[in-house]
Each structure stands twice: as C-alpha cells, then as structure tokens.
C-alpha cells in the first residue's frame, strides 16, 4: 500500500487541478450508515413511498417519519479524518475542489470551502409554499417541522425525481473535463448524473485514484490507482506524503 499512496501522492503533486469526488463511504465513519446498506435507511422504509418528490408532496407527514431519523444520524455525526485530510488538502493546494453526493455538511464542518453539494444540504429547510428557510437545528422539537405559514417544510435536498442544481451540474462538468487528477473517495459512482463526472474527467486525460473499502465497477474500467481500505486512514496517509515533498507553488 506504501508505493500505491507515494503513486496516488506524486499524481496529485504533478496536477494542476484536482477534484475529489465523495459519497456515502465517506461519512460512515462519521456514524451515517449508507442509505442502501443493511443498516441504512432504505433497509426499513422504501425509498419509492418516502424518498421521492411525489411523496413528499402527496403525504409530507409520512415522509418526515424518515427524515427525522435521517436528521438524527446527521445532527449526531462529525466529520472524520478522510473529512479533514480533505480540507487539509484543499488549505495546501492540493485539491481545488470537492463534489459530493452527500446531504450531512461534514465536509464544511471539516473545514473545507470549495464543496460543490450535488444533492443539497440538509442543513436548512424551505417552504414549498412561502419560500422562507429555516435551519433545521431550530425545528428539530417539531415532529414535524412547518411554516410560519403553516405548510410542512421540505429539507434542502434533492428527493428522486428532482432536478440536480443546474448551478452544481454545470460547474462539476467544468471541472471534470479541465482535472488533471480526480479522487474518488467512498462512492461506486455508479448513480447518474455523478457517474458521468469520472468517465468525462478519464476522456480528457485525468488520473484518477480510487479510495474505496472494496472494489467498484469503476476500479478495472476507469481507476488508474486503486487505494482498498478505509478513507479515514487512506486520506491522513495521503497527505502525510505529500507533505514529504516539495510545497505547491503558491504556498
């Protein structure tokens, strides 16, 4: 594994942009288990009767029967150290930028700015009705949570059915066709539209290094340095070796 992190530390040290690419594997070690594992959320409530759009709409009284919990585990987790190498990489030089599939906020609690949220933050609430937002730690009394107005509040992610953030859609294509290097860090990459971001990042050239517990579909398709284990000691390590090696040019 010591000559796999010194390769994956001398890419990142060579590129001139870098992206890191995160989902749920990142954040279970935070305490935010992965929706779909066995012990995630969709092992005890359908994600086609309570994550969708239509759902919420329909029946937001039900649906917050999962959300609830979802705020829960988030409300209780912390960022772990693949969260902070992340940051610590970014305040270095080496990472520009974060894309993550993840609603828990752990990467900016880490510390890190440039994070582009694929699927929102469930940090905040809005109103369907009204607009107005709310912070979701102000409502956590309220089973659920509505309105001055009175409506039910929705948590600012994207339920299926939902449009991606054009805002974040476009920039992370961006990005991904201009990265000389792209860490992928606790994610298959597998859920469209994220799974786009590594194929467009591989076809103009970038390196890509995978940090996942197992393999992927991705590992013997597009992975050019595959680092199997926990990121919450894969990413420290990683940036103890580059710290070996001489500081980016600006820092």
């Not at 288990?33 to 012990?39: K, L, N, T, Y």
């Not at 086609?48 to 649906?63: C, G, H, N, S």
């Not at 990472?95 to 929102?120: M, P, S």
Request: aromatic letters at 6%; one cysteine or more.
């Amino acid at each position: 594994m010591s000559g796999l992190i010194a390769r994956a530390a001398a890419a990142l040290h060579g590129s001139r942009l870098t992206l890191a690419l995160t989902g749920a594997g990142i954040s279970v070690e935070s305490g935010i288990p992965d929706f779909r594992s066995a012990a995630g959320l969709w092992a005890r409530y359908d994600p086609a009767e309570y994550a969708t759009i239509e759902a919420f709409l329909q029946d937001p009284r039900k649906v917050w029967a999962m959300l609830r919990e979802m705020d829960q585990l988030i409300a209780q987790a912390r960022p772990n150290p693949a969260h902070l190498g992340l940051a610590e990489l970014e305040r270095l030089g080496w990472l520009d930028q974060i894309i993550t599939q993840n609603v828990d906020n752990l990467h900016q609690a880490a510390g890190a700015a440039r994070v582009i949220e694929y699927h929102g933050n469930a940090g905040t609430l809005s109103c369907p009705g009204c607009g107005r937002s709310y912070r979701a730690a102000a409502k956590r009394k309220e089973a659920v949570p509505r309105c001055r107005c009175g409506m039910v509040l929705k948590p600012d992610v994207v339920f299926f059915g939902e449009d991606i953030p054009a805002a974040a859609l476009e920039r992370s294509f961006q990005l991904a066709s201009a990265a000389e290097a792209l860490l992928l860090v606790g994610t298959s990459a597998e859920v469209a539209p994220a799974n786009t971001i590594p194929v467009l990042a591989k076809e103009r050239g970038a390196i890509i290094i995978e940090i996942n517990l197992e393999r992927t579909p991705l590992t013997d398709s597009l992975t050019d340095i595959f680092l199997e284990g926990p990121a919450a000691a894969t990413i420290p390590a990683l940036v103890a070796e580059l710290k070996k090696m001489k500081p980016k040019a600006g820092n």
